[in-house]
């Protein structure tokens, strides 16, 4: 299939967002913590995970083993980064325990720090989520159910998987954490229950929201052209939250508490955003094709774990910098954006590494062949 390279683009834009997002300076988050309203960087990575998969996978629902081997192996590939990402923060921390007092509190590891065995077999079970070891569970949770929900699609049953979704949604907002407080407790005494402000049963409604709009563009040929009245209206409205967002914001507290657990209202402004995202790829294509924001994307998995590891010992290091002075906060985050490109060169080289492996061998056994 022909790869657009607009999307892995646009993915690596989200992953420098995220980047500068978690260094928590007092400039640079003025214009990328949450500039299109409520929703931010995370829960676009999150939609956009789905609208890729599903033009990604879409095309094996022919072959429902091929189909399910390649998702849960791509599952399985995402769980391992975030076991290693969080073995690797843990294994740092332990090594120089520079900054304990932000790790236990502001990063909520406390758990890590005084009992490590528990917090890791807690965390094999999804139950530990130290702070930013969060986003990828997320993404792996929704991508474990997307075989059933793409053999339903392609039987015509786009209408069930969307209900589904909404009503796992709505049971995220009665159904939490708390229930398994008690028998965590029980397994586990030495710790508590640590788990993300985001319930990954909640989010996982951004990620069908991208599977089922990928289904409308990709296999209805849907171009979202709407009429001069109604592009107006959803750009009013665009303009509307952002204003709010920028010069009243007091107007958005109520609806804060409503990021964990993907509130219509977040959903609503998500959908939004994706609309003005799709008016600018087609206008702006250059900005999304960048080589480095596509780089970036196209190795998004390691870079992210990357990103978690090094966020542990580059914010607490450079905060009371990047709160003082403008220019110190874009020269780090400048500086930690660079430092992306490690991760995702070391990925592409093991994949140019894999595939002259695979090359090779397929070569040797053509000529056993003959």
Same mark, same amino acid.
């Given at each position: 299939?022909?790869?657009?390279?607009?999307?892995?683009?646009?993915?690596?834009?989200?992953?420098? @967002?995220?980047?500068?997002? #978690?260094?928590?300076?007092?400039?640079?988050?003025?214009?990328?913590?949450?500039?299109?309203?409520?929703?931010?960087?995370?829960?676009?990575?999150?939609?956009?995970?789905?609208?890729?998969?599903?033009?990604?996978?879409?095309?094996?629902?022919?072959?429902?083993?091929?189909? %399910?081997? =390649?998702?849960?192996?791509?599952? +399985?590939?995402?769980?391992?980064?975030?076991?290693?990402?969080?073995? @690797?923060?843990?294994?740092?921390?332990?090594? +120089?325990?520079?900054?304990?007092?932000?790790?236990?509190?502001?990063?909520?590891?406390?758990?890590?720090?005084?009992?490590?065995?528990?917090?890791?077999?807690? &965390?094999?079970?999804?139950?530990?989520?130290?702070? !930013?070891?969060?986003?990828?569970?997320?993404?792996?949770?929704?991508?474990?159910?997307?075989?059933?929900?793409?053999?339903?699609? %392609?039987?015509? =049953?786009?209408?069930?998987? &969307?209900? &589904?979704?909404?009503?796992?949604?709505?049971?995220?907002?009665?159904?939490?954490?708390?229930?398994?407080?008690?028998?965590?407790?029980? @397994? !586990?005494?030495?710790? =508590?229950?640590?788990?993300?402000?985001?319930?990954?049963?909640?989010?996982?409604?951004?990620?069908?929201?991208?599977?089922?709009?990928?289904?409308?563009?990709?296999?209805?040929?849907?171009?979202?052209? +709407?009429?001069?009245?109604? =592009?107006?209206?959803?750009?009013?409205?665009? @303009?509307?939250?952002?204003?709010?967002?920028?010069?009243?914001?007091?107007?958005?507290?109520?609806?804060?508490?409503?990021?964990?657990?993907?509130?219509?209202?977040?959903?609503?402004?998500?959908?939004?955003?994706?609309?003005?995202?799709?008016?600018?790829?087609?206008?702006?294509?250059?900005?999304?094709?960048? %080589?480095?924001?596509?780089?970036?994307?196209?190795?998004?998995?390691? /870079?992210?774990?990357?990103?978690?590891?090094? $966020?542990?010992?580059?914010?607490?290091?450079? #905060?009371?910098?990047?709160?003082?002075?403008?220019?110190?906060? /874009?020269?780090?985050?400048?500086?930690?954006?660079?430092?992306?490109? $490690?991760? &995702?060169?070391?990925?592409?080289?093991?994949?140019?590494?894999?595939?002259?492996?695979?090359?090779? %061998?397929?070569?040797?056994?053509?000529?056993?062949?003959?």
């Amino acid at each position: 299939m022909t790869r657009n390279l607009a999307y892995d683009g646009l993915r690596g834009w989200l992953l420098i @967002i995220i980047a500068s997002n #978690h260094l928590f300076g007092n400039f640079v988050t003025q214009f990328t913590r949450t500039p299109l309203g409520f929703v931010s960087a995370a829960e676009g990575f999150v939609f956009l995970s789905g609208f890729v998969a599903y033009l990604v996978y879409g095309r094996l629902a022919e072959n429902k083993t091929a189909l %399910k081997q =390649k998702i849960w192996q791509r599952s +399985f590939t995402i769980y391992r980064f975030h076991i290693i990402a969080i073995l @690797i923060t843990f294994l740092l921390v332990w090594l +120089f325990p520079l900054f304990n007092p932000v790790w236990s509190d502001f990063y909520n590891a406390a758990n890590w720090l005084n009992a490590p065995l528990q917090s890791f077999v807690s &965390a094999l079970f999804l139950l530990e989520h130290p702070g !930013f070891h969060d986003i990828l569970i997320l993404y792996l949770i929704p991508m474990i159910f997307l075989p059933f929900a793409i053999l339903a699609i %392609k039987n015509g =049953k786009v209408i069930f998987v &969307a209900l &589904a979704s909404f009503t796992v949604w709505l049971l995220a907002q009665f159904i939490n954490a708390e229930f398994l407080v008690t028998p965590f407790n029980q @397994i !586990f005494r030495d710790i =508590k229950l640590n788990v993300s402000h985001f319930d990954p049963f909640a989010w996982q409604i951004y990620f069908y929201m991208g599977v089922i709009l990928s289904y409308l563009k990709f296999d209805k040929g849907c171009t979202f052209e +709407f009429s001069v009245a109604v =592009k107006a209206s959803l750009l009013g409205c665009i @303009i509307a939250i952002f204003i709010v967002r920028h010069w009243y914001p007091e107007l958005m507290q109520p609806y804060y508490v409503g990021h964990g657990s993907a509130s219509l209202v977040y959903q609503a402004n998500l959908l939004l955003a994706a609309y003005l995202l799709m008016l600018l790829m087609r206008k702006c294509t250059r900005l999304f094709t960048l %080589k480095y924001p596509v780089f970036l994307g196209q190795h998004a998995l390691p /870079v992210f774990a990357f990103h978690c590891v090094v $966020i542990y010992f580059l914010m607490p290091a450079t #905060h009371q910098f990047t709160t003082q002075h403008w220019y110190w906060d /874009v020269l780090t985050c400048a500086v930690f954006v660079l430092l992306l490109a $490690i991760p &995702a060169k070391l990925d592409a080289l093991w994949r140019a590494r894999k595939k002259l492996q695979q090359r090779s %061998k397929s070569d040797k056994n053509a000529a056993e062949a003959t």
